[in-house]
């Protein structure tokens, strides 16, 4: 069974998740951990040889050290490059967080020291019409990583993600500062601070903007530690 299973999510879409998430486990295999990765449903697929294929369930693929089959990692692989719940009703399937709880209890029990679930977009993001991606974590009580892209507007888009992941009843085991952008956003150091005082987590680590990001290469300014101390 997995030792330490947590969900990742972000302040918004397009802040890094799958980076991040990657350049984690690469972190901790370099420290002798073995890990597991999933993204349960992925919407903006590639028509492939062998099927539907996501780029950031093969780059998590990756950076495990458990072989996993691609459908392990991504179950519900969706072609539409729009919002899940949109994309799912489009192709005819019905996504349920009942589902997707199927899905991470069945990697949970196989033998790894780290699991990641990676969500998608930020934490309300729809299922369908009734469920929200939060409605998963919750079932299965996972702590979750806050993904915050350091841009204007993170203060707000942060403490409001971690207020919302706290009224779910969830604890937030760190967050993890992106640079989205390839100039610093103004006042970043304060930003980070503010972050750093208000968030009332660890900071696992700020990670550079680099042209073409590698998880290797990332891994080495996080600090994981606060992941397996609870």
Known sequence: ?????????????GVGKTMVSAAILEAAKAQGKRTLAMKPIASGCDQTPEGLRNEDALILQQAITEKLPYDQINPIALEPAIAPHVAAQQAGKNVTAQRLIGFCRGLQI?????????????????????ETYSAMPRELDMPVILVVALKLGCINHALLSAEAIRADGLTIAGW???????????????TLNYLTTHLGTPCLGVLPWLEQPEPGALARYLNIGPLFEA
Not at 1 to 13: E, R
């Open 110 to 130: 196989q033998p790894a020291d780290l699991l990641l679930v990676e969500g998608a977009g930020g934490w309300r993001v729809p299922l369908n019409d009734r």
């Open 1 to 13: 069974m997995a030792k330490k299973s947590y969900f990742v999510t972000g302040t918004d879409t």
């Open 176 to 190: 993890v500062a992106n640079r989205v952008e390839s100039e610093a956003m103004d006042c970043e150091q304060e």
